[in-house]
C-alpha cells in the first residue's frame, strides 16, 4: 500500500477511512465545493462514476472552503445538497484544508507527487480567476475547487487536471481508460 492510501480522512459521516480503503481501483480525488460557478461537474463526476465503476474506478469528494467561502455548509448539508442536487452516489467526505496554513496531509501528498495540472490549451481560467483579484498561489498549489488528481490502482498519482476541465473531457476519460487498463 502506497504512502498516499494510509493517510487518515473521514468519510462524511464521520467515519475513519483513507485512500486505501479504496486500494485496488482506479481514483478521481476531487475537491468540491457547492457554491462555485463549477458546482455542475458533480452531475459529469456522478455520470463518469456510473460509466466506470464496475470496472474498478471511483471518484473521492473531497469539500473545501478555502476559495470564495464555496462550501460553507457542514457535512450534512454538503451531502443533502450533492443527493438532492445532482443524485450523487460516490464516496464523500469530511470538509478538509486544501491549500494553505492548515493543509491536509492529503493535498500536501497529492500536490507533492503531482505538482503541475494539467489544463486546456488556451482556457484562461487563472488569469481569469486573477482578473476577479483572486490571488492564486504556486503553481503547485490547488487552484481552485474542482482540481482533480488521478490515482492509480496501485496508490500512484498519475495525473492532475485543473478544475475547468470537466470530468466528460477526453483528457480525462482517456486517462481513466488506460489507468483501468
Not at 171 to 177: D, F, G, R, T
Request: with cysteine; proline share 5%; charged share 20%.
Amino acid at each position: 500500500m502506497s504512502t498516499l492510501e494510509t493517510i487518515a480522512v473521514n468519510t462524511i459521516d464521520g467515519a475513519a477511512s483513507s485512500l486505501g480503503a479504496f486500494a485496488g481501483q482506479v481514483r478521481l480525488v476531487v475537491n468540491v465545493a457547492s457554491k462555485c460557478g463549477l458546482t455542475p461537474q458533480y452531475e459529469a463526476l456522478e455520470a463518469l462514476y456510473k460509466k466506470f465503476h464496475e470496472r474498478g474506478f471511483e471518484v473521492l469528494a473531497f469539500p473545501a472552503n478555502e476559495f470564495g467561502a464555496q462550501e460553507p455548509g457542514t457535512e450534512a448539508e454538503i451531502k443533502d445538497f450533492c443527493s438532492v442536487n445532482y443524485n450523487v452516489t460516490f464516496p464523500m467526505f469530511a470538509k478538509i484544508i486544501v491549500k494553505g496554513a492548515g493543509q491536509h496531509p492529503l493535498y500536501a501528498a497529492l500536490t507533492a507527487a503531482q505538482p503541475q495540472a494539467t489544463a486546456n490549451a488556451g482556457s484562461g481560467f487563472r488569469a481569469k480567476l486573477e482578473s476577479y483579484g483572486i490571488k492564486l498561489g504556486a503553481p503547485e498549489e490547488i487552484m481552485w475547487n474542482f482540481e482533480k488528481f488521478l490515482v492509480g490502482r496501485d496508490g500512484t498519482v498519475l495525473a492532475r487536471f485543473a478544475p475547468d476541465v470537466a470530468p466528460s473531457d477526453l483528457m480525462i476519460v482517456e486517462a481513466i481508460e488506460k489507468a483501468l487498463g
